[in-house]
Structures are given as structure tokens and as C-alpha cells.
């Protein structure tokens, strides 16, 4: 008998000894950092909708490319059509901002891009205002938030923003007021990459221009695909484009 006991304990031993290590949890800061690489980037699609608290409806359904250079984001092509069917696209090349649609304006005979020295230019009241594909927004946006599996829930203030986004620091709702939250659910893949961010805040303290936005809700589901992928963004021909 304490033979038969003796070896069971020894068993028991072994294979508590050999079970396989669990794999340590990726960190998606650094996940992300790593294919922050020249040439590649990342596809999204995405659906903008507006509320006024009583009513809600589809605003903007959108799709984009964004390519990235040694310091993070380099150019980015994304285009929308709105509710009453109008397109807009925009461009950026990391020099400049190229427009077209009912973004560009009136423009010349023959001429359908409206060139802007510079970057900027998105998002707009309507798209995205938080980028996961920034490491500094991405990690601001996990420590604020709750994790549960793959998901992160929580919220943010523009004000916060603004210290740690280029993208949101060159948005249209970049001055609103600082105290804006936008409430936001994250969700990881397996590899530890972002695969889909809901994001939603109302707006107050709307610059001159966008008076009727005051008081709104924007709520936008961005679903990003193709992480890592060769990408090449390609600005106008110049034959269309006017300053």
C-alpha cells in the first residue's frame, strides 16, 4: 500500500512539474509599436451615426487606409459617403491635404482637388476621434480603461487627448470644450492588435461653425482589418488639383 501511494505522489509530481507555462498576456502597446513599419499600414471601415437624444440615424459610412512612416502615422486616403449620398475623400501625404467632394468646396473648371498645405484636415465632427494606432493614444486609452478578456471599456476627455493624439490635435472638434468625455469600448484580437473601436461622445463648446452640432451625440463603430499590410498612399494627379 504505501508502495502504491509513494509512486502516485512521484506521478503526481512529474506532471505537475511538466504542464506546459501559460503564455504570457502580449502587451498591445508594443505589439502595436512593432508594425509601425515604412510602407505598411492599416485598412479600416467604419460607421458614423448622430443622435439628438431623441432620434438616431446614420451620418457617415466610411473607409480608409492609413500608411505608416518611422514616427507613426505618414498619409492616409479615406473616403465617406454621407446620408443624402454625397462623397467625400480626402488625402494626406504628410505635406499636404487634398480634398474632394463637398469638402473641396467650389472649385475651378476641371479641377477636382482642393490642395492644403499641411496636415490635418481629419477626423471631423464625425469620424473617429480616438486613434488606436497611435502607441501614445493607445496606451492612454488602456490605462483609463477596464479590461475584461479582450475588451477595454472607459473614457477619455478631449482635453486628455489633446496632450497625447496628433490625430485628434489636428481634428475639427480639436478646441471644443476640454471636459468633453468620449466613452469608448476597445477590442483586442488574439495577436493583441486593435480589431474594433466603439467610441461615442456629445458635443458642447462647438467652435463658430458648428452651432447645430451643439448638444449632438456622434456615435462611431471603426473596424480595422489588414494590420501590418504594404500599403501606398497616392496623392492627385496634379493635372486636377488647385490651390
Known amino acids: 500500500m504505501r508502495k502504491t501511494i509513494s509512486v502516485l505522489v512521484v ?3 512529474f506532471l505537475v512539474g511538466t504542464a506546459p ?13 512593432s508594425t509601425l513599419t515604412p510602407g505598411h499600414g492599416v485598412r479600416y471601415t467604419e460607421i458614423a451615426n448622430w443622435s439628438d437624444g431623441v432620434e438616431t440615424s446614420q451620418a457617415y459610412d466610411t473607409k480608409g487606409v ?12 479615406i473616403a465617406s459617403s454621407a446620408w443624402d449620398d454625397e462623397k467625400d475623400r480626402v488625402i494626406y501625404n504628410g505635406k499636404a491635404t487634398y ?14 482637388w482642393l490642395e492644403v498645405p ?14 488606436p494606432t497611435e502607441p501614445t493614444t493607445l496606451s492612454a486609452l488602456l490605462k483609463k480603461g477596464g479590461k475584461s478578456g479582450n475588451t477595454v471599456t472607459g473614457t477619455i476627455t478631449f482635453g486628455e487627448l489633446r496632450k497625447v493624439s496628433a490625430w485628434f ?3 475639427d472638434p480639436r478646441s471644443w470644450a476640454s471636459d468633453t468625455e468620449v466613452s469608448y469600448k476597445l477590442t483586442l484580437s488574439s495577436a493583441g492588435l486593435v480589431s474594433r473601436l466603439w467610441s ?5 463648446g462647438v467652435s463658430e461653425g ?5 448638444g449632438s451625440t456622434a456615435i462611431v463603430d471603426t473596424r480595422y482589418t489588414d494590420w501590418g499590410a504594404k500599403v501606398s498612399v497616392k496623392t492627385p494627379s496634379p493635372k486636377t488639383v488647385t490651390e
Open 21 to 33: 507555462a501559460q503564455a504570457a498576456p502580449k502587451d498591445p502597446v508594443r505589439v502595436l509599436k
Open 118 to 131: 499641411g496636415g490635418g484636415g481629419m477626423p471631423s465632427e464625425y469620424d473617429h476621434v480616438l486613434d
Open 210 to 214: 458648428y452651432e447645430d452640432f451643439e
Open 11 to 13: 506521478c503526481g509530481a
Open 66 to 77: 492609413l500608411q505608416f512612416g518611422k514616427k507613426g502615422l505618414a498619409a492616409y486616403d
Open 200 to 204: 461615442s461622445y456629445t458635443a458642447k
Open 99 to 112: 480634398y474632394s467632394g463637398a469638402l473641396a468646396g467650389e472649385l475651378p473648371n476641371g479641377k477636382t
Open 169 to 171: 490635435s489636428r481634428s
